[in-house]
């Protein structure tokens, strides 16, 4: 199957080029997309473009070829950032795990995405960590895990300060939600180990439930 053969959304389609733009700060290399340094918008951008760029690829080589379709590993090494950043690289890597946007003859496909921390992977970054198919991590590495500390200028007035609280909260919940439903943590183990500004190790990692193997 070529991939003008591909269907997306239920259309004949050619694959496009990617509305995100060049995937520059993302090194990549064959089936490695690797998340090095602060978590933000253009690395986002950049990083959803490579992903969807290599689904695609991975995809069309299946079936031109029919074999497995090979899964993409995401090796992470970052300190975290912004955490909205962070959920748009969840909710796409969600999207070809669980294939809502990749099709061929109107069938959904699903691709394997799986994940290693390689160094270091905090807070927002420690957030896409755990949701691979496979999670991984280097056994010379750390990672720390906490809630939501603050989003841009809270203002002087007291409305300020509570709306700013009510954002918080709303973020604190959706990221709970995540790890919860990707590791053995009960909410109050979590709300303990989010509260605290203490790195885990791979062996804490592992007994959480946050990765799968220490390699």
Known sequence: MNKEEVVE?????????????????????????????????TLAKSFIAALHENAMENISVSFEHDVAIPPINIIINSPGGQIS???????????????????????????????????????????????????????YSLSLVHDVRQLGSAGG?????????????????????????????????LNELAKNEKYSTPEELLKYGLVDEII
Do not use: W
């Open 9 to 41: 959304c239920g259309e004949e389609v050619q694959f496009p080029a990617s509305p995100f733009g060049p995937p520059a700060p993302i090194l990549q290399i064959k089936n490695n997309l690797y998340v090095y340094g602060e978590i933000d918008d």
């Open 85 to 139: 950043s962070a959920l748009g690289i969840v909710a796409a890597i969600e999207d070809i795990q669980k294939g809502r946007i990749h099709r061929v003859n109107g069938m959904p496909i699903t691709v394997t995405v799986n994940t290693e921390i390689q160094g270091e992977a905090d807070s927002a970054a420690s957030l896409i960590a755990c949701i691979g198919n496979h999670r991984t991590i280097s056994k």
């Open 157 to 189: 007035k007291t409305e300020d300060f509570e709306d700013s609280a009510h954002n918080l909260g709303m973020f604190k919940k959706m990221t709970h939600d995540i790890y919860l439903a990707h590791s053995k943590l009960t909410e109050e183990q």
